[in-house]
């Protein structure tokens, strides 16, 4: 039988690991200050990688680093003059928005939030506030507009569980206010829904199943 390969040799560096490790069990609660010490005088005593890997075999290993996406960062408020505010985001919208000359839409059916409250602070002067929904979340508007309507048009549906309560806190003048529920796919404008409803239509009817009846003789 071949002779056993040597145990490799442990470095600074991977006494330095398993001292990170250890500091992260002793800050989890999962060892004491006491064995912390024990541990960490025998790591520096190892000389082997196998005698570094005892002394944490019994410790989760350390997770990875958390990976930081870019562009997904929103801004805390947006403001628009003479122009349009259009926001369809699934992190969570700006707290506050407002224009002058211009109309808010948000659309928030592709929001997904831990939160369980999500305020929305909305102004306009001269344009329109329209904020969505999906069905199921519970929603409610709070403010006043001059000049202009006020409309609440919330689907009777069960709530979702899990959805946070969305309140809109909206002010306009000369411009109406909207809340409104609308379920997915379904597009926001008139315009949208018109064709969408148009194209429905001009689609050709389904062909007939076959039926497998033979021909008679005279059509052959």
Do not use: C
């Not at 000369?174 to 529920?181: E, I, M, P, V």
């Amino acid at each position: 039988m071949p002779d056993d390969p040597p145990a490799v040799r442990a470095s600074d560096a991977d006494r330095e690991a398993v001292l990170s490790r250890l500091q992260t069990a002793l800050g989890e609660g999962r060892i004491d200050l006491d064995e912390f010490g024990q541990r960490a005088e025998a790591a520096y005593a190892a000389v082997t990688r196998a005698e570094l890997d005892l002394l944490v075999s019994d410790l989760p290993p350390n997770a990875p680093p958390p990976v930081e996406i870019v562009g997904t960062r929103t801004p805390e408020e947006m403001t628009s003059v003479f122009g349009d505010i259009t926001l369809t985001s699934r992190s969570t919208p700006p707290r506050r928005v407002g224009t002058v000359f211009g109309d808010i839409r948000i659309d928030l059916r592709g929001v997904r939030t831990g939160a369980d409250r999500v305020d929305l602070y909305l102004s306009t002067v001269f344009g329109d506030i329209d904020v969505i929904v999906a069905e199921g979340v519970d929603a409610e508007l709070q403010g006043r507009t001059v000049l202009g309507d006020r409309k609440v048009e919330l689907a009777p549906v069960q709530r979702l569980a899990g959805t946070p309560l969305v309140v809109v806190h909206a002010r306009a003048v000369l411009g109406d206010l909207r809340l409104r529920s609308l379920a997915p796919g379904d597009s926001p404008s008139r315009w949208g829904a018109l064709l969408a409803r148009l194209a429905q239509r001009r689609q050709p009817p389904p062909s007939p199943p076959l039926t497998g009846a033979p021909v008679p003789p005279s059509q052959l």
